[in-house]
């Protein structure tokens, strides 16, 4: 019996833009199993994920996350209130195992950089209604301005290659990585990478792999309604069979 998955992948810029309340109108009404989101604030976390000591206003909206795992909470050190992570949240048909930032990513870089990559990785293993397990995976990327940030840009995208290429399928994985790297310096999303999986839908900067065990089932990409709700990135919308 196969499974369905919808999944959607955004760059919220959850910064203050006067529009964070259709952002979160536009993820709750697409109804993901899981959303895969970057640059994304504890206060626009927190109105995905209503709790008791949220605002009042947002506790009373309905609640479609199960549960949730944010890359600035899971970090050591904790990161701050006002930096930007990456989140994935999961639907009410699916249940959390296990979440984390990549400390094991092969990252070539050194203290204190290293802990800002750590901000940028976000991965979950989840339960789906059938009993099967998936691995979940977010990143945002390091933009390129000159050296060293494109030296800096690259090791991320090796560390998480090679980090992936050792996780078993079924996997999923969203990124906001920034302009294209150099041909052939890319092990992460360029031709022949090191990894196992295979391209679902990308536009622009932003991208969405998957594990061959998961079967392309249809793909939409939402430019209008994501600048309606105020971010500069489109939304990245697929539906998986497992």
Known sequence: MSLRIRVVSWNVDSRPTGLLDAKIDLIRRLKPDFALLQEIGRPVYRALMPHPSAHERMHRKQRHFAWGALSTDLSTPRASEFRLGCAILGGPTTALLDSGVLDSAPFDVQEPVRVGFLWRTVV???ALSSGDIVTVCCFHGRHPSGQP???LQQAFHVGIAKWLAGVPGPVVFAVDAGPALPEGADPLLGPGPVHHLQHVLSIDNDHLWATPDLEVH???RL?????AAGSDHPL???ELTL
Not at 223 to 227: F, K, T, W
Request: aromatic share 0%.
């Open 149 to 151: 940030a494109a030296s």
């Open 124 to 126: 979950a293993q989840a």
């Open 236 to 238: 990245l919308l697929a």
């Open 218 to 220: 249809s793909v939409e």
């Open 223 to 227: 430019s209008d309604e994501a600048v």
